[in-house]
């Protein structure tokens, strides 16, 4: 079971790296808790698989139609770190001051009800707030159709 929850944008979370074929990730991880296919291949010709971890607190995305990969995480766990700080104790302010000092600069806020996403679309990542208190982060990849990381 994982044990490193360090969040590594544009790269992977612990020792899950983007890439990383669903079998992969099942025999890492197990078999989640609940699992779920979103997309509908006749229509979109893509293929998106989300997998569940409530253990973790954390959900997995794998794309790709002739090999499904790891695309995307979403987090909750209180134990993830982003570049050595605990990521849930942060600011939204020293959340974008890491990511800045780390040569991520395409910024974007956007508030959604009574939440607030922050996102950083050179590093694929959206942090979201409530209550000016961190509750979730995502970040990801792009995945092509051969499950390749483009």
């Not at 890492?28 to 997309?39: A, D, R, T």
């Not at 996102?119 to 959206?126: K, T």
């Amino acid at each position: 079971m994982m044990k490193d929850f360090t969040i590594v944008p544009l790269k992977g979370y612990g020792e899950i790296p983007f890439g990383m074929t669903l079998d992969e990730a099942v025999k890492e991880l197990g078999m989640p808790e609940f699992y779920e296919e979103l997309s509908d291949m006749e229509e979109t010709g893509n293929r998106s698989i989300y997998y569940e971890y409530e253990a973790l607190e954390t959900n997995i995305y794998f794309e790709g139609v002739t090999k499904s990969v790891v695309a995307c995480f979403e987090t909750e766990n209180r134990e993830a770190t982003l570049y050595g700080k605990p990521v849930f104790d942060l600011t939204k302010k020293e959340i974008i001051d890491l990511m800045k000092e780390h040569g991520f600069k395409e910024l974007e806020e956007e508030n959604e009800d009574d939440e607030l996403r922050v996102s950083f679309e050179d590093a694929l990542i959206d942090f979201f707030f409530e209550d000016e208190m961190l509750t979730a982060v995502s970040w990801g990849v792009l995945v092509d159709e051969q499950g390749e990381i483009i």
